[in-house]
């Protein structure tokens, strides 16, 4: 049963459509994140159910009760912002209680919620700052102890790590993924990073140009795309694409039965390296980046496609060095002219004793 | 360089000042010292010109008359400027821009092109010679200053910390008086205090639209270089007496009607 339901939800500014027509349930406890290129609408749709924009047509229902018009204050969901946006003039005590004292509730159960709040997130000794005195992370917290407080049917979440070094962005993102744990409040979460989506959330939302293109747990997302850009926007480093045009007319690959015009995609993982004159391609090395627990090595086949292939061990090759690329077949994907999945490959799971 | 500096600003200050200080040395002369050739500079100071002043055209009523004045055009302007300029800088459509240039360029036009219309408009409504009349027409001729003033104050507050008041249940009238009114105290204050100034020194409509009944103080000085004839001394302590309450009330205030002129121009 849907905790929150958006039914052919549209936004239009001026005379673009903006989201066009977006159908998601949404479970009780669930940990959703939109994830897209910028542009791609992922913030506006998150600003619609917060009821910061007004949805044009369609409908928005939350716990049974239909939400479509109500203004944003009505609709009990708190909202953890990009810029953080505190109150510059109150204290972090203020700030955090500012939402339970507008619903008039009592003095001594606010300071009780704000100081449980506190302890969680760290912030006891810092309640009588105010936001100019604190770190940009200290105000993260503060902007998520103000959404906690309250203890809102939803938690939606604006790309709140992107103003955070990178230091700091990993390790909020562990205490986010540790309070949903313990809270186990739906939340919505919008970024651009699919690392975040990938680490954070039950289930990514991946959005394009105002339509949603797949909607699975992580690891559905990065086994068995529905198409090429899903392919492609998740996972780091990309998926390698290779027209068919340019692979070698071999039975392995003609069983792959790859259209007209269509590629298939192959995870760097897939892509293996052997000596030269071994392997199903010639290529040639161009770069090679050791990040230490693995090494990624870029490469150019003799059919001028790129491939980037990505190993766990230590490697001797240099750029310039001629390579044999062996391409695990099993696992390539195949997509048609238009970039739609027609073939999922096989992933090597871990096998269960 | 650092002298002639200084020598040029305090020359630049005593010019600047030196109409006023007459002026106030002149309300405390007699006529006869007020035109003597040449002028004096020291000279037993004397109250007469304050009492026949008092006594010739009742100061009080008039003072009466342009505190409530500005004080009523202030409250109304910000009452207006204040949703006008939230709506504009929180909620800017496609012709936001346009509006805020159009309220300006009001500005613009020479005020006696309007005359004749808010003349015949204030005497076919009864408005003439009253201070509802006055108080209309100074909050009309502030609203464009008010509103820009308040509209770029309210551009340097982020929208997203209005919309998280909202987010956290707030009414627009909560959003209001919690979040928008604390952080632009400032630039409200130096808005209205602004105001206050502009209204109290206004000379052009209270003269054309106002007498002695709703008379304010400008249409007072007016009233003392009439037809019998120049009388510096009693002019000027008219004046002194017009401009001495704005003065001091500038004075007290400068800080506030600084920082909210250059509010946003230096950031």
Known sequence: MAYLKLERIEKIFGETRVIKGIDLDIRQGEFVVFVGPSGCGKSTLLRLIAGLEHINSGTLHLDGRDITNLPSSKRDLAMVFQSYALYPHMSVYENMSFALKLAKADPAVISDKVARAAKILNLTEYLQRTPKELSGGQRQRVAIGRAIVRAPKVFLFDEPLSNLDAALRGQTRIEIAKLHRDLGATTIYVTHDQVEAMTLADRVVVLRDGLIEQVGTPLELYDRPANQFVAQFIGTPQMNIVAAAQLPALDAVGALGIPAGGFIGLRPENVILHPAAQGLLKGTVDLVEALGAETLIYITTAQGAQLVSRQNERTPLRAGDAVGVQIDTEAAHVFDAKGRIIRTGQTHETPTH | ?267
């Open chain 2, 1 to 267: 360089m650092k002298v002639l500096r200084t020598i040029l600003s305090w020359g630049v200050a005593l010019l600047l000042f030196f109409p006023l200080g007459w002026l106030v040395l002149t309300a405390f002369k007699t006529e006869l010292q007020a035109i003597s050739v040449p002028p004096l500079l020291f000279f037993p100071p004397t109250l007469e010109n304050f009492t026949i002043v008092q006594e010739r055209s009742d100061y009080l009523l008039y003072a009466k008359n342009s505190l409530i004045t500005s004080v009523a055009s202030t409250i109304l302007g910000l009452a207006l400027a204040f949703p006008a300029a939230y709506s504009m800088a929180f909620f800017k459509g496609k012709y936001t821009k346009d509006i805020l240039m159009w309220m300006l360029s009001t500005k613009m036009m020479p005020a006696v092109g309007a005359l004749v219309p808010i003349y015949v408009l204030a005497q076919g409504s009864g408005l003439l010679d009253t201070r509802t009349g006055l108080v209309i027409i100074f909050t009309l001729s502030n609203l464009p200053i008010m509103v820009w003033m308040l509209y770029s104050q309210f551009k340097e507050i982020p929208g997203e910390i209005l919309e998280a008041a909202r987010m956290d249940g707030a009414s627009l009238w909560q959003e209001f008086r919690m979040v928008l009114l604390p952080l632009t105290l400032g630039g409200l204050a130096s808005t209205g205090l602004l105001c206050l100034v502009l209204s109290w020194n206004e000379a052009f409509w209270s003269l054309n639209l106002s007498a002695a009944k709703a008379g304010t103080l400008a249409t007072l000085i007016a009233s003392y270089s009439s037809p019998e004839g120049l009388f510096w001394a009693k002019l000027s302590a008219a004046s002194f007496m017009a401009i001495a309450p704005i003065v001091v009330f500038g004075w007290f205030s400068q800080k506030q009607l600084v920082q909210g002129l250059t509010f946003g121009a230096v950031k």
